[in-house]
């Protein structure tokens, strides 16, 4: 029990893909105060959510098991739990989160032991000291600090609410990220509050009408190697693999990944060079997210998620991030779904006006071309000829792509604006990249991941990635793509993301800007691009478009721009230079061969012509006709 004395969290350490020592993780300084700093109100309202009977059971409360069990059968899935506070804190201090019937014991055990150890106040003071509350906020006074700039003894009741609510899930409930989801939740403890006779209906009422009104003190900058790398390892552990904050924080674990320090050190480099990104203004911050992965593992081999000050918990804009990706989904719901219905590279497309319904697409140029091939369409991405194929080969056929991509759809998505990119709500880079990976992968997309395997502080193995793979299209398919994506960089919209001496295939997207008056301003920009071995996506724009903060060039002069610094920096860590597309070579002899046959055939009929034209011009048959002639 003297552990809960003074709590010495264990460092996480992070591994690279070659096994070597990447970062140390350990959670920040925890600021105990005593219960009597503390507001009653935080006290009553985190009785009142998280374990309404804390004063009346020795650790284990067998009515709120029962409860819950009751609810959970009512519902047919888990929607309540039965864990004490004091439960909570014997997991938090002393267990891994392995979800096994003797954890649990040990779990119950160590939860009457402390009862017997510590008076309830004890209890509490060390609880409230110790969970995590979003944000890099260790413990009630750093929460207090950071979210309202104040101590805990001086919090109100509707921040008391606020930070109670917190404690189901603070990355996600952060009124930093969520306001709304921050105030449903806020005024959820409230009437928990009024319902355990805490405060009085007046008092509920009054605190749910008050707006929640930030004024933090800021968190400190994180110290570690790799700060948006290991973010997001440790929303992977927590989403994917089960584990709390508390124990990737303080729990001693060995954290292996596939991070290619030599890279994620590019990218970082990149993104601490204002220069390299369109000038803000004076307000508000010009942010961008970048992700690469390994196409044949699906790996996570670099990650920056934000320009800026880094703190724990801050938003990703490279993996939370959701916006319209623009152009950069033709090639996912328009031209592979078309390739796999038999058009051709050298097909021609309609590039005129055209409407369907009320919808009627222009190219960004505003000019027609009456007719393209389908490879000058993609390579000088071109709308119209997109929207009018997605029309060809049939909406349904275009939505089914790009959900086989793994690019998340709503109902309000199944319309011809799904051609250029113009979702309802939109996707992440993270989703872009690993959408790209099928192409050079040879049509395979496997599921991106940071992690590989985790160990506890003893070296063993409680959780490892498993590949999830999936066929999304033939290789042959995936290989024409990539050949005309070659060609979007080597003489189309990005032309900007060439690097001498390795190839490069990729897809600009630009968004218009909500609004008029901006002379072809635009919210947003991309470039997904991608060599033999590695897929990356790049996105920029503001955080909140408005009349007065929007994007005034291209993305192939920014967002492209980003990824070629990236992967010039990067030559000494990728292998192959060159794409291996040994069925597009076939393809193209046999078109040529198709060629020179029809060539020939042309020649032969020009010199029948000649002959006959000599015949009709000799002495014996002249004024006479051939009866075939009328057949020529």
């Known amino acids: 029990m003297s552990k809960l004395e003074n709590p010495e969290p264990q460092p996480t350490l992070i591994f690279d893909r070659n096994g070597e020592l990447a970062s140390k993780v350990s959670n920040s300084k925890i600021e105990g105060v005593s219960l009597e700093e503390v507001s009653e109100h935080v006290i009553n309202a985190v009785i009142s959510t998280e ?19 009751l609810r959970n059968t009512i519902e047919g899935e888990v929607v309540a739990g039965g864990s004490t506070i004091t439960q909570q804190l014997s997991k938090n201090a002393f267990l891994n989160q392995e979800r096994t019937y003797s954890r649990k014991f040990k779990e119950l055990i160590l939860s009457m032991k402390i009862e017997r150890t510590y008076s309830k106040d004890e209890i509490l003071e060390r609880y409230i000291n110790q969970i995590y509350f979003g944000e890099g906020a260790w413990g009630i006074e750093r929460a207090a ?15 008391s609410a606020t930070l109670a609510g917190l404690i189901k899930a603070p990355s996600k409930l952060s009124p930093y990220k969520n306001m709304e989801k921050a105030k449903e939740r806020r005024d959820l403890v409230l009437t928990l509050m009024r319902n355990e006779g805490y405060i009085s209906q007046a008092e509920m009422e009054q605190a749910k009408a008050e707006p929640i009104e930030l ?13 948006y790398y290991v973010d997001q390892i440790i929303s992977e552990a927590t989403e994917k693999y089960n584990l709390t904050a508390n124990e990737v924080l303080s729990g001693g674990l060995r954290i292996y990944t596939e991070l ?22 004076s307000d508000q911050l010009i942010q961008s997210g970048t992700v690469l992965i390994d196409s044949k593992t699906g790996g996570i081999v670099a990650l920056v998620g934000g320009r800026g000050d880094f703190t724990y918990g801050n938003f990703n804009y490279a993996t939370d991030l959701v916006r319209q990706p623009g152009s950069t989904m033709k090639p996912l719901a328009v031209y592979t779904s ?23 697409p222009k190219n960004y140029d505003g000019n027609y071309r009456g007719e393209v091939s389908m490879y000058e369409a993609v390579v000088k991405s071109y709308n119209i000829p997109a929207v009018w194929l997605l029309y060809q080969i049939g909406l349904e056929n275009g939505v089914k792509a790009a959900r086989k991509f793994g690019i998340p759809l709503e109902k309000e998505d199944h319309s011809y604006g799904l051609a250029l990119g113009g979702l309802h709500k939109g996707t992440s880079p993270l989703k872009m990249a690993q959408a790209f990976s099928t192409f050079p992968n040879n049509g395979v997309m496997i599921e991106a991941h940071t992690i590989t395997k985790i160990e506890n502080a003893n070296g063993e193995v409680i959780t490892s990635w498993e590949e999830k793979a999936s066929k999304v299209t033939d290789e042959s398919v995936a290989q024409k793509m990539t050949f005309m994506l070659k060609g979007v960089v080597s ?3 990005g032309k900007n993301a060439n690097v001498r001496g390795i ?3 990729g897809k600009t997207g630009t968004t218009q800007v909500p609004f008029e008056g901006t002379n072809g301003g635009s919210k947003d920009h991309w470039f997904v691009g991608y060599t033999p071995e590695i897929v990356g996506a790049v996105w920029l724009g503001y955080e909140k478009t408005d009349k007065n903060h929007y994007l005034t060039s291209s993305s192939g002069s920014t967002a492209a721009v980003i990824f070629q610094k990236i992967i010039s920096g990067s030559m000494d860590e990728l292998g192959e230079k060159e794409f291996d597309l040994p069925l597009v070579g076939k393809y193209l002899k046999e078109k040529e061969q198709e060629r020179q046959k029809e060539k ?6 020009d010199k029948d012509r000649d002959k006959k034209d000599r015949g009709k011009g000799n002495g014996k048959g002249k004024g006479k006709r051939d009866k075939n002639d009328e057949d020529d």
């Open 491 to 493: 003489q189309g919209t």
């Open 338 to 360: 078309a390739l796999e219905q038999g058009y051709e590279m050298t097909n021609r497309l309609l590039d005129k006006p055209i409407r369907i319904g009320e919808y009627k």
């Open 51 to 69: 374990d309404q009977r804390f004063f009346k059971h020795n650790g284990i409360d067998m009515i709120g098991i029962a409860r819950a069990f």
């Open 260 to 281: 290619n320090p030599a890279i994620q050190k590019v990218v970082e480099s990149v993104y601490n060079d204002d220069a390299n990104f369109p000038e803000s203004t």
């Open 145 to 159: 600090q950071i979210y309202f700039g104040k101590n805990a003894s001086e919090l109100t009741l509707q921040e």
């Open 215 to 227: 004024i933090g003190k800021g968190q400190e900058k994180y110290k570690g190697n790799y700060p």
């Open 600 to 605: 020939g055939r042309g020649k032969d009929r």
């Open 503 to 505: 190839e490069i295939a």
